[in-house]
């Protein structure tokens, strides 16, 4: 399996972009791995078959700022995993993670 590297910048709220990035992904791919580094910046490993990984590429550029990439679309079943990194510019360093009140 090859691997692909992208980088990617977003001035909007970390996690409505999250969101957004999980339910873009989620129609043509995978998401096989999530980690979160404070609330600066995020890696999302994602595998997608070559087919989808133009079309994979246009869904996020709507969403984040991506890094150019060029891609020649074939209708090949092999399988790539992508590696995504995410800067947040709105992040303030610390890694907060709304926990809800638990009754007891």
Do not use: C, N
């Not at 691997?3 to 970390?14: L, N, V």
């Not at 590429?57 to 990194?85: G, N, P, R």
């Amino acid at each position: 399996m090859d691997h692909i590297f992208w980088k990617a910048y977003s001035h909007a709220e970390r996690l409505a972009t999250i969101q957004q990035i999980r339910e873009a992904v989620g129609v043509i791919a995978e998401i096989i791995d999530f980690s979160m580094f404070s609330d600066l910046s995020l890696a999302v490993s994602i595998e997608v078959r070559m087919s989808g990984v133009g079309t994979l590429y246009k869904k996020l550029q709507e969403i984040v700022t991506m890094d150019v990439f060029e891609w020649e679309e074939t209708a090949s079943e092999k399988e790539y995993v992508i590696f995504l990194h995410i800067a947040f510019s709105s992040g303030k360093g610390s890694l907060e993670i709304p926990v809800p009140a638990v009754p007891g």
